[in-house]
């Protein structure tokens, strides 16, 4: 049965989706195509009408995990969401760039060039809302900001502590605004 142009574009996005949430929650090696299929409704044996192999789901999964976040609007915001508690426990739908940062280092060239792709997205997103008296000087804001948030969310995902965990939240959310803050007051009135 031929399936309409429509359908197969709902299908890759459902497994791609799908792929998204299972890499984040469980990562890359330990969940394998037939479960991504399984949990995009899908049977195993018409992956390779979507997809060449699992490298090339992984490169569109990272592209869709990333592309998905939403974009920060109010910096404070943002920074109270994403070094939350709730971020931390939410691994399946939380940021991609946390959750596979570290597997992407080995990946296959096209997975480390959607997160290439992603972190200059995201570092150019921040840098339109960091304070800053120049372009370079916002931009050097985003990049230690967005380096920060991600590695204080990696620290906290990590223990098995949940006093520390959420000391590192709240301590990183502190020194964060505390810059931004000094960094604003030091903008020419």
Not at 21 to 31: H, K, P, Q, S
Not at 141 to 162: K, N, Q, Y
């Amino acid at each position: 049965m031929r399936v309409s142009r429509e359908q197969v574009v709902e299908n890759r996005r459902k497994i791609v989706s799908a792929a998204g949430r299972l890499f984040r929650e469980r990562g890359v090696e330990a969940v394998s195509v037939a479960e991504v299929m399984q949990a995009a409704g899908l049977t195993h044996g018409g992956f390779y009408g979507y997809f060449d192999s699992k490298d090339d789901l992984v490169a569109a999964a990272i592209a869709g995990a990333l592309a998905s976040a939403p974009p920060p609007g109010d910096l404070a915001a943002y920074l109270a969401t994403y070094l939350s508690p709730a971020h931390r426990d939410d691994r399946a739908r939380g940021c991609a760039m946390a959750a596979l940062a570290a597997e992407t280092v080995r990946a296959p060239d096209a997975a480390r060039a959607e997160m290439t792709a992603g972190l200059r997205r995201q570092i150019d997103t921040l840098a339109r809302l960091a304070p800053g008296v120049d372009a370079a000087e916002r931009r050097r804001a985003a990049i230690g900001g967005w380096a920060a948030m991600v590695g204080a969310l990696i620290l906290a995902r990590v223990s098995d502590d949940e006093a520390l965990s959420v000391e590192v939240l709240d301590e990183t959310r502190a020194w964060l605004e505390t810059r931004r803050e000094q960094d604003a007051r030091a903008l020419p009135a």
